[in-house]
Every structure is written in C-alpha cells, then in structure tokens.
C-alpha cells in the first residue's frame, strides 16, 4: 500500500460525458501527480501540483483540467470524454526530495472506460 | 517521438539466473534515470534510480548501469525470483520547471517472467 489513495477504482460512462478523479496523497506529501496509461502506451505525465499551485503541466488535453485543494487532495476533471479517453489513470505523491530524484508514489489507479 | 524506448515487451528467465532488461533514450538533456516495478491492479512502484553523472547504481539484488555515450541503461537482477515477475517501466527527467524531476518519462515497460 502506497498511501496514495484514488477513487473511484473504476468508472464507466459514455461519450461527451463528464467524469471527475479523486486522489489523495500521501500523509505529508505536498506534490501530486497525474499520469495517463493508455492502451499499449506507457505512463505519460499529465500535470503536477505542489501545494495547491499548478507547478508543471505535460500533455494533458483542453477537455482536462485538474486542481489541488487546501487539504492537498487532488482532482481530475475529464471532460467531453471521446473513446480514446479510456485508460488507466493514475495519481502520484511524492516528499519535496522526490521532487529532484523522481521517487513517486502511486495509487492504484482509476480505470475509465468511454463507451 | 519516443523519448525512452524499451524495445523488449516480455522476457522470461529461469528462476536464479540473471534478468537483463534494457533501455534506450534519446534526450541528451536527461539527468536522472528510474526503474519501476509494476503489478497486476497495483500502482508502479519505485525499484532503483541512477544519477547522469554515475554509470552504475546497486541495491541489493537490483543493478542499474547506465552509458551515456550510447544513450542506454540497463536494469540487472541477480539471481532472479519468481516474485520478480511483473511489468518493469525505464523513466527518465530532466530539470526543465524549477527542480522538479517528478515529470517522468516513461518506456512502455517490458513484462517480466520468472519460472520457477
């Protein structure tokens, strides 16, 4: 167990739909992460948050836009969902030195499927 | 543009031998490589990181190598255990966004399978 808590495990919904990812860091952890795994694909980064502020943002789409709460929670709001949207989504938490060795820790994973 | 390619999908290894699992780049400007671990239903797991300015990087049974002149690093496992198997990500960073190397690039993994 990570300590990276993501919710829902699985979701499936239909196009043009809306869905939002939860994702709770770890204990103490101010950095979050989102990652998308497409089918065949590796991991590619999303964009990441440092204490409530956007701090890098990689190819996340216009439909995509997350944030990070007070409480350091994070969320993932997808948007006009497309099939090609289907994939694993995945959180990550990492401590500040993390931040310059890439040690991340992850969550299990949101599954959305678009049908 | 693949940036980190691992060209292996899978590779199978008797259980005590040697696992090797490869990685290319292509990126000059990476400064820092990773290895993850990744289960079935889990989240990946962090396993071993090298700096740039090292060529090689132990922990245990897990050795990573890296030669920057090929542009290539390498993951070894000796001796290799059934619990080994999985799904191993190569990453990389760079420093682009005020320290932060979080922002990995990940290969598409290569499948480990040890047989007992």
């Known amino acids: 167990d990570s300590g990276v808590t993501q919710t829902p495990k699985h979701l499936i919904t239909a196009t043009g739909q809306r869905v939002t990812l939860r994702c709770s860091p770890r204990?103490?952890?101010?950095?979050v992460y989102w990652y998308q795994q497409s089918l065949d694909q590796g991991l590619q980064f999303l964009i990441q948050?440092?204490?409530?502020?956007?701090?890098a943002k990689g190819n996340i789409l216009e439909r995509f836009s997350a944030q990070q709460f007070p409480d350091l929670h994070s969320e993932l709001n997808l948007s006009s969902l497309e099939l090609g949207d289907s994939a694993l989504y995945f959180c990550?938490?990492?401590?500040?030195?993390?931040?310059?060795?890439?040690?991340?820790?992850f969550g299990e994973g949101s599954r959305l499927t678009v049908l | 543009d693949q940036q980190v390619k691992q060209n292996s999908p899978s590779l199978s290894v008797q259980e005590g031998r040697i696992s090797i699992l490869n990685c290319d780049y292509t990126?000059?400007?990476?400064?820092?490589f990773l290895w993850y671990k990744k289960y079935p239903a889990e989240g990946p797991t962090f396993l071993i990181s090298?700096?740039?300015?090292?060529d090689k990087n132990e922990d245990g049974r897990f050795t990573v190598f890296l030669n920057k002149s090929a542009k290539h690093l390498s993951l070894h496992i000796v001796p290799s255990q059934p619990g080994d198997s999985a799904v191993y990500f190569c990453?990389?960073?760079?420093?682009?966004?005020?320290?932060?190397?979080?922002?990995?690039?990940f290969g598409k993994g290569t499948k480990l399978s040890v047989k007992p």
């Open positions: 990126n000059s400007m990476f400064d820092y």
């Open positions: 204990s103490g952890d101010l950095s």
């Open positions: 990453a990389a960073s760079y420093d682009d966004v005020g320290g932060s190397q979080g922002n990995l690039i």
């Open positions: 948050y440092y204490n409530g502020e956007e701090r």
């Open positions: 990550a938490s990492s401590t500040d030195r993390g931040l310059y060795t890439g040690e991340l820790f």
């Open positions: 090298i700096s740039s300015i090292k």
